[in-house]
Structures are given as structure tokens and as C-alpha cells.
């Protein structure tokens, strides 16, 4: 069985930094692609940054291009979410996302991913 266990968040002035992580186990060695989405209060969730295959290949929402990235640790079945910059618009609870079967594309869509953490609340104060 596949668990995804997000952590790093927290609260935080605009301008200032947190690096979330999230950190698998059960086939974790197997997946193709992880992800971290976000979901602010009566919105949809979106997608933040995506990392795909053996080469890393990144993705970026385009609110977060330049601010945000996405790394991973395939030693330590973690993926790390490292955020800069961040500014009140950013509050949101961010999953984490992971899936095993090989798709080519960005997989920036929410339906792309078959795994998800419980989700860890991003406070950004103006």
C-alpha cells in the first residue's frame, strides 16, 4: 500500500520561505511521476510543480514560475516543494501527489494521479 506524507508547513510572513516535504513508502521505488497540488478555500485544487521520470523533468503553474521549486531525493522516497518569495495568494493546503504509470505530458491535472497525501495547511500573512 502507497502512503504519502506531507510536512513543512506552517505560517508565515509574505517575502518569507518554507520547503515542504513529502515522503513515501510501499512501491515508492516504481513511480513515474510526483506532484504537489494546492486548494485554497472554495476553489479547485491546482497544480503547483510537477516531477516526472527518471530525467526530473519539472513543471511549473504559472503562478509560482521563479519562486517555487521541485526536487527529489530518490534515496530518502522524498519530495521536497521549496517555496520563496511567498506572497498571501499562496495560502492553501498543499498535497502531495505520486503516480506509477508512464504518461508523457506534464501531468498537471489533478485525475493524472492515483496517490495522495493528507495535505498540510501554507499560511502566507500580508
Known amino acids: 500500500q502507497v502512503q504519502l506524507v506531507e510536512s513543512g508547513g506552517g505560517l508565515v510572513q509574505a517575502g518569507g520561505s518554507l520547503r515542504l516535504s513529502c515522503t513515501t513508502s510501499g512501491r515508492s521505488s516504481s513511480m513515474y511521476a510526483m506532484a504537489w497540488f494546492r486548494q485554497a478555500p472554495g476553489k479547485e485544487r491546482t497544480v503547483v510543480a510537477t516531477?516526472?521520470?527518471?530525467?526530473?523533468?519539472?513543471y511549473y503553474g504559472d503562478s509560482v514560475k521563479g519562486r517555487f521549486t521541485i526536487s527529489r531525493d530518490n534515496a530518502k522516497n522524498t519530495v521536497y516543494l521549496q517555496m520563496n518569495s511567498l506572497k498571501p495568494e499562496d495560502t492553501a493546503i498543499y498535497y502531495c501527489a505520486a503516480r506509477f504509470a508512464i504518461r508523457l505530458g506534464a501531468l498537471a491535472s489533478p485525475r493524472d494521479y492515483d496517490y495522495w497525501g493528507q495535505g498540510t495547511q501554507v499560511t502566507v500573512s500580508s
Open positions: 516531477i516526472r521520470g527518471s530525467s526530473a523533468n519539472t
